[in-house]
């Protein structure tokens, strides 16, 4: 009966992940499609990969994504891992609280977080035009504020259990041996939690990749990201250089979660392997 049912629910979710990928690996599959049909396949051919490089439109979009997802995370990765050390710092009541707000945008419809951010960016630049006469409009600039916003609260959320598993006395038995604070910092606590701060990192860096709904409202006219450069390709005839552009999106992404995965194994292992290492050495005593 065991067998029955664990065979059941194999095929049932077997079921469901084929639901949900079948749509992906077809497009996949037609990207290489030697025709321009989408129902019809005419033979294998790597044209449409070729014709993507060459299409000047495209590769702004992809420079513009790849440096504002790396400037946004690099930056996200910065204040978010300073602020998680503040937060550790405080007392359960406050720190709580602060969390449950740094949770909002983690949690909140990606349409509200652009839209919101959109409206604050032209209110301040109206403010900005009637006080210092300086135009400001919805740009780069903008776009990769919006980014570093919403990354913030995950390079937040990455940082925090590593601090919560550091050993609180580590900081001052630094300072005890003659380190400055600055040393016990970079050269004792850093090192400690460089997991968290590499995963928030990378984790910032793939939602700014993935990001169109947030950019969309806060890129203004001027400047696409390569999210709304294949919705603006939607929009006409359908090319299979969208399918191609969509391959290359939908296989980095997927390579970055990887990554991001096998890192937090590693780090559970290696946690693992040092609680036993220290239950051996107890023992030993």
Do not use: C
Request: hydrophobic share 55%; aromatic share 12%.
């Amino acid at each position: 009966m065991k067998k029955r049912n664990s065979f059941g629910a194999r095929l049932f979710t077997a079921l469901v992940f084929l639901f949900l990928y079948a749509p992906i690996i077809l497009l996949i599959i037609f990207s290489f499609n030697n025709s321009k049909s989408r129902s019809v396949w005419s033979g294998f051919t790597l044209d449409w990969y070729v014709k993507l490089f060459h299409n000047t439109g495209i590769r702004q979009a992809l420079w513009t994504t790849l440096l504002v997802s790396f400037i946004a995370a690099l930056v996200a990765t910065i204040a978010g891992t300073f602020t998680a050390i503040g937060l550790f710092q405080l007392k359960r009541k406050p720190r709580d609280a602060i969390l449950a707000v740094n949770n909002i945008p983690v949690i909140n419809a990606d349409i509200i977080t652009g839209v919101s951010l959109s409206l604050l960016f032209v209110s301040v630049g109206s403010l900005f035009a009637r006080l210092f006469g300086l135009e400001f409009r919805l740009g780069f600039l903008s776009l990769l504020i919006a980014h570093i916003t919403f990354n913030i609260p995950y390079v937040i959320l990455s940082v925090l259990p590593k601090l919560r598993q550091l050993d609180k006395n580590l900081f001052e038995a630094a300072q005890d041996l003659g380190a400055t604070w600055i040393q016990a910092f970079v050269k004792v606590i850093i090192p400690e939690i460089r997991p968290g701060i590499v995963n928030g990192f990378i984790m910032a860096f793939t939602l700014s990749i993935d990001d169109f709904v947030i950019s969309y409202f806060t890129a203004g006219s001027y400047v696409q990201t390569l999210s709304m450069q294949i919705y603006a390709m939607t929009k006409k005839r359908i090319s299979p250089e969208i399918n191609a552009l969509s391959t290359i999106l939908f296989l980095t992404v997927l390579l970055l979660l990887i990554i991001i995965n096998v890192r937090q194994v590693r780090q559970e292992k290696d946690a693992q392997k040092r609680l036993a290492t220290l239950y051996n050495n107890k023992n030993a005593r």
